[in-house]
C-alpha cells in the first residue's frame, strides 16, 4: 500500500473502475504489459490523454497527473479553477482545471492539514484506491442525477 503508483497503474486500475477493458491480452512477451490498456485510451479518443502522453508509462505518477488520468477516464468536465482552492495550485497551472473538477467532485480534497495538492508529489497506492473509490461514489451520483433529470423531463 505504500509503493508509488505508476501512470500505467493508474491508468489500468481508473479504467477497470470506469468500466473500459481492453478487448485481449497479448501474449507478446516483447510488449508492455500495460499496452492493451494503452491501445484501449486510444480508441476512446479523450481530449488530454493518449497513449503519448507519458514518455515512460512505468515511472511513477504525481499527483497533478493523477488528477488528469481520473478526470479524463471518469470523464469529468473540468471547471474553471479558483484560486486558493489548494495553496499550491496557481490558475496558469496547465492542470489547475482539472484539479478544481478533482475537488469539486469530492475526489481530492487536498493532503491533511496543508488542504495542498501537492502536484509535484507521487501518490501511494492506499491513497490512490481512496481517489478510486472517491470517483466511482461521485460518478454514481452523477448517474443517479442523470436518471433523475430524464425522468422529470420526461413528464
Known amino acids: ?50 497513449s503519448k502522453t507519458y514518455a515512460d508509462w512505468s515511472l511513477p505518477a504525481t499527483r497533478a497527473d493523477i488528477v488528469l488520468i481520473i478526470d479524463q477516464v471518469f470523464a469529468i468536465q473540468s ?15 496547465a492542470f489547475a482545471d482539472d484539479a478544481m473538477a ?12 496543508t488542504g495542498n495538492l501537492n502536484p509535484t508529489g507521487q501518490i501511494n497506492r492506499a491513497s490512490f484506491a481512496k481517489v478510486i473509490g472517491a ?10 442525477i442523470n436518471k433523475l433529470t430524464e425522468f422529470n423531463t420526461a413528464k
Open 79 to 93: 471547471v474553471k479553477y479558483t484560486n486558493g482552492t489548494f495553496k499550491d495550485v496557481k490558475t496558469d497551472d
Open 1 to 50: 500500500p505504500g509503493n508509488s503508483v505508476t501512470y500505467a497503474e493508474a491508468l489500468k486500475m481508473a479504467m477497470e473502475a470506469a468500466g473500459y477493458r481492453p478487448s485481449t491480452v497479448s501474449g507478446d512477451t516483447t510488449t508492455p504489459w500495460h499496452q492493451t490498456y494503452l491501445d484501449k485510451l486510444d480508441a476512446l479518443n479523450l481530449p488530454k490523454l493518449n
Open 102 to 113: 478533482a475537488y469539486l467532485s469530492g475526489i481530492f480534497t487536498g493532503e491533511g492539514e
Open 135 to 144: 470517483a466511482l461514489k461521485y460518478k454514481g451520483k452523477d448517474q443517479l
